[in-house]
């Protein structure tokens, strides 16, 4: 009877072993695939065993290649400037802190890790026709500024040394996105189609004193550039946490909040530029976006 006792616990005990190694081997992260996105902020890292109660996979997401239309068949074109003002509740996505999928930083920080990796490469801000590339020190030095130099001196030898100090990037300085797209009526579908052209990031600008001056574009992203780079960060889904889209479907599917500030014109002005008020420029939007809805109306009712 000991005998057999003692088989049955020297059983269970290589049972459990055997269970041990083998959960050992599936927590590991470098085979379940639990980071599979590279952090953007070097604060920020990853968890090293599985947190959470199922086990992660890589989500590879691929871009759709978009289809090119012939001159001939687009019968009718516009193209429009839209803001998209993160501080809004639908637009809170972009402010979310990030986590392992969505890389652990804001839009932003995103962005300007790709950048400086080479992965997308960015463009003037002064002209939304991508004619100029930056390099990473021109972006830097757009949303950080150019360092600072103070003059120190030596408490015991009296000697006085030039110290630079550079300022720290703050992601919260940058409340808007700008939007460049056309919208267009396809002959061939005989319906409306529309195409992001280009993304520019707003940063708010501020007096020494601390009073708001204005706003300014930091850069121009051209969007076809950089959806294999929006296809590998996904957003936050505040309905439910297993239910993620990618940066690329997020844009894709228009789930942002925005205005029309601008619509091309003779003298290439927007809505304030041309002297309106803040109300009478965002009615003047509604307007238009107005204006493309019942463009593709009626089209078909008469």
Same mark, same amino acid.
């Given at each position: 009877?000991?005998?057999?006792?003692?088989?049955? &616990?020297?059983?269970?005990?290589?049972?459990?072993?055997?269970? #041990?190694?083998?959960?050992?081997?599936?927590?590991?992260?470098?085979?379940?695939?639990?980071? #599979?996105?590279? +952090?953007?902020?070097?604060?920020?890292? /990853?968890?090293?065993?599985?947190?959470?109660?199922? %086990?992660?996979?890589?989500?590879? *997401?691929? /871009?759709?290649?978009?289809?090119?239309?012939?001159?001939?068949?687009?019968?009718?074109?516009?193209?429009?400037?839209?803001?998209?003002?993160?501080?809004?509740?639908?637009?809170?996505? $972009?402010?979310? =802190?990030?986590?392992?999928?969505?890389? +652990? +930083?804001?839009?932003?920080?995103?962005?300007?890790?790709?950048?400086?990796?080479?992965?997308?490469?960015?463009?003037?801000?002064?002209?939304?026709?991508?004619?100029? !590339?930056?390099?990473?020190?021109?972006?830097?030095?757009?949303?950080?500024?150019? /360092?600072?130099?103070?003059?120190?001196?030596?408490?015991?030898?009296?000697?006085?040394?030039?110290?630079?100090?550079?300022?720290?990037?703050?992601?919260?300085?940058?409340?808007?996105?700008?939007?460049?797209?056309?919208?267009?009526? %396809?002959? *061939?579908?005989?319906?409306?189609?529309?195409?992001?052209?280009?993304?520019?990031?707003?940063?708010?600008? @501020?007096?020494?004193?601390?009073? @708001?001056? !204005?706003?300014? !574009?930091?850069?121009?992203?051209?969007? =076809?550039?950089?959806?294999?780079?929006? !296809?590998?960060?996904?957003? $936050?889904? /505040?309905? *439910?946490?297993?239910?993620?889209?990618?940066?690329?479907?997020?844009?894709? *599917?228009?789930?942002?909040?925005?205005?029309?500030?601008?619509?091309?014109? =003779?003298? %290439?002005?927007?809505?304030?530029?041309? +002297?309106?008020?803040?109300?009478?420029?965002?009615?003047?939007?509604?307007?238009?976006?107005?204006? &493309? $809805?019942?463009?593709?109306?009626?089209?078909?009712? @008469?």
């Amino acid at each position: 009877m000991s005998i057999r006792r003692s088989y049955r &616990i020297a059983a269970t005990a290589a049972l459990l072993l055997a269970s #041990s190694v083998s959960f050992a081997q599936t927590a590991d992260p470098a085979v379940s695939g639990y980071n #599979s996105v590279d +952090g953007v902020k070097d604060d920020w890292k /990853p968890s090293l065993v599985r947190d959470g109660v199922y %086990d992660r996979v890589a989500h590879i *997401n691929t /871009p759709l290649t978009p289809q090119s239309v012939r001159e001939a068949d687009i019968m009718w074109k516009k193209r429009i400037w839209r803001e998209i003002d993160i501080r809004e509740k639908q637009n809170m996505a $972009f402010r979310y =802190p990030g986590d392992d999928y969505t890389g +652990g +930083g804001y839009f932003i920080e995103i962005i300007l890790h790709a950048v400086k990796n080479g992965k997308i490469k960015a463009y003037s801000n002064m002209d939304d026709r991508f004619t100029t !590339a930056l390099t990473k020190e021109q972006i830097l030095e757009l949303l950080i500024g150019q /360092p600072d130099t103070t003059m120190v001196v030596d408490p015991v030898t009296g000697e006085e040394t030039v110290k630079i100090t550079q300022k720290e990037f703050d992601p919260d300085v940058v409340t808007k996105y700008r939007l460049k797209e056309d919208w267009f009526i %396809d002959r *061939n579908t005989g319906r409306m189609r529309n195409q992001i052209i280009g993304i520019a990031p707003i940063r708010d600008v @501020y007096n020494d004193d601390g009073t @708001y001056r !204005a706003s300014q !574009a930091v850069f121009w992203l051209y969007y =076809p550039e950089i959806t294999p780079m929006l !296809a590998q960060y996904e957003v $936050f889904n /505040p309905e *439910n946490d297993v239910a993620r889209m990618s940066w690329y479907e997020f844009f894709e *599917n228009r789930y942002f909040a925005s205005r029309v500030i601008k619509m091309s014109n =003779p003298f %290439d002005l927007s809505f304030k530029e041309k +002297g309106m008020s803040n109300m009478e420029a965002l009615y003047e939007g509604q307007k238009a976006a107005e204006q &493309i $809805f019942n463009k593709e109306h009626d089209l078909w009712v @008469y």
